[in-house]
């Protein structure tokens, strides 16, 4: 299929390009990579009279330290995020997700910013976003706004920016110390978004107790989710004292409503998400006992 008509505008700023979102309003869409929604307007599962392509912006694509914490441009690709020696350093999560989206193909179009504004429940970027505890940067004509990512996604494929803001950058907090970082997910193919997935972070102090815990959650819920409740089971206990299993538990029993689809039912999600959560416990809390 082909998508409905629309005008195309390539910006020359990012002022620009908010000043374009501002008097187009709900009739238009930011492309970025265009992964995602150049085949949904394929499909005609979305549409809109004007898209303002940002893709060329070199003010949007970067990757440095700033006050403590690795941005990131909003126009930097996939590709670029995964072969980055600083983003493996700094917010080693971030590289090791990286590999998980799609193909490389779509990495090497892709963006960060358009996938976090995305805001797929199954999406890599942002559920890592959640679980560090990122900042999206967004600017307007009235200015720039910095918005928690636990702000940040709203619902499906739904965020926090407004119809005249744009995505600029995403801050990562750079841990240290005793840290160790996972991923784990389960697709039916390698490339398909995940029917379940999680992503941790932790931090053990000179005892060997949890002082700080990060656990998302892919494809359990209508945005990207954070289990709140097992990180709050965990936080100051010895790390060996706490099993797998019970971390995995307590990441599902947290979740208010499961999705269901053809690729599983609640109860099956519920089941390999607590197995991901499981698996990327092991393996993050192993790293950071040998760090």
Same mark, same amino acid.
């Given at each position: 299929?082909?998508? &409905? ?9 990012? $002022? ?6 501002? *008097? ?16 949904? /307007? ?6 809109? #009279? ?7 912006? #070199? ?16 126009? %930097? ?5 995964? +072969?980055?020696? !600083? ?5 080693? /999560? ?24 995305? $805001?797929?429940? +199954? ?38 920016? !407004?119809?005249?803001?744009?995505? %600029? ?18 697709? =039916? =193919? ?10 941790? $972070? ?19 819920? @209508?945005?990207?989710?954070?289990? $709140?409740?097992? !990180? ?24 208010? *409503?499961?999705?269901? #689809?053809?690729?599983? @039912? ?7 998400? &607590? ?8 393996? +993050? ?7």
């Amino acid at each position: 299929m082909k998508p &409905a008509p629309f005008e195309y505008h390539r910006p020359d700023s990012t $002022a620009e390009a908010a000043q374009m979102l501002a *008097e187009f309003g709900e009739d238009a869409k930011v492309l970025a990579g265009g992964q995602s929604l150049v085949p949904m /307007l394929a499909l005609r599962l979305a549409f809109f #009279d004007h898209l303002v392509d940002i893709s060329r912006l #070199d003010e949007l694509k970067g990757i440095e330290r700033r006050n403590g914490a690795l941005w990131i441009g909003a126009g %930097t690709t996939d590709a670029a995020v995964g +072969a980055s020696s !600083e983003v493996e350093s700094a917010v080693p /999560l971030l590289t090791r997700v990286t590999p998980y989206i799609g193909h490389f193909q779509i990495r090497n179009k892709g963006t960060l910013g358009g996938s976090v504004a995305h $805001a797929d429940p +199954a999406g890599e970027y942002p559920t890592v976003a959640l679980t560090l505890d990122a900042q999206m940067e967004a600017v307007s004509p009235n200015g720039t706004r910095r918005i928690p990512a636990s702000e940040f996604f709203q619902g499906l494929w739904e965020t926090a920016l !407004e119809p005249d803001e744009v995505l %600029t950058g995403v801050s990562f907090p750079v841990w240290s110390g005793r840290c160790g970082f996972a991923v784990e997910e389960f697709a =039916r =193919r390698h490339g398909d978004f995940a029917i379940a997935g999680a992503t941790i $972070a932790v931090e053990l102090d000179g005892d060997d107790r949890l002082s700080r815990c990060g656990i998302g959650l892919l494809g359990l819920g @209508s945005t990207p989710v954070r289990a $709140a409740q097992a !990180e709050q089971g965990v936080i100051g206990r010895p790390v060996s004292e706490i099993t797998p299993e019970e971390v995995g538990k307590l990441a599902m029993s947290g979740l208010d *409503e499961i999705p269901a #689809d053809l690729q599983g @039912s609640a109860a099956y999600r519920s089941r390999v998400g &607590a197995a991901m959560v499981a698996r990327a416990w092991t393996s +993050a809390t192993t790293e950071a006992i040998n760090a």
